[in-house]
Nanobody, 119 residues
Framework: QVQLVESGGGLVQAGGSLRLSCSASGSILRINDMGWYRQAPGKQRELVAAISSGGSVNYVDSVKGRFTISRDNAKNTVYLQMNSLKPEDTAVYYC?????????????WGQGTQLTVSS
């Protein structure tokens, strides 16, 4: 059984900063890519940022220069540092990870954490 647990969401004013964390636990052999997605009301879920096991990163254009994704492989944790937040960043943020267990490789999702940016 593998679980992803997110934390760090909340309410912040425009221009502010917040850091999301997501920790994976369970019978994990290895974690490949980890990432953060978000879904705003009435919109499709979109990839915000992703990081490979080797540390290669990519971002959606709208957050480049403002968000930073990182990971601590020893802790099976991925972070999303969000700076210069804008109201349009308001969404439910989900972490995801491609995880190897004895059953094989599959993707897992966290439960989501709400970020609200007020103008």
């Amino acid at each position: 059984q593998v679980q992803l647990v997110e934390s760090g969401g909340g309410l912040v004013q425009a221009g502010g900063s917040l850091r999301l964390s997501c920790s994976a636990s369970g019978s994990i052999l290895r974690i490949n890519d980890m990432g953060w997605y978000r879904q705003a009301p009435g919109k499709q879920r979109e990839l915000v940022a992703a990081i490979s096991s080797g540390g290669s990163v990519n971002y959606v254009d709208s957050v480049k220069g403002r968000f930073t994704i990182s990971r601590d492989n020893a802790k099976n944790t991925v972070y999303l540092q969000m700076n210069s937040l804008k109201p349009e960043d308001t969404a439910v943020y989900y972490c995801s990870a491609a995880i190897h267990t004895i059953s094989g490789l599959r993707g897992y999702w966290g439960q989501g954490t709400q970020l609200t940016v007020s103008s």
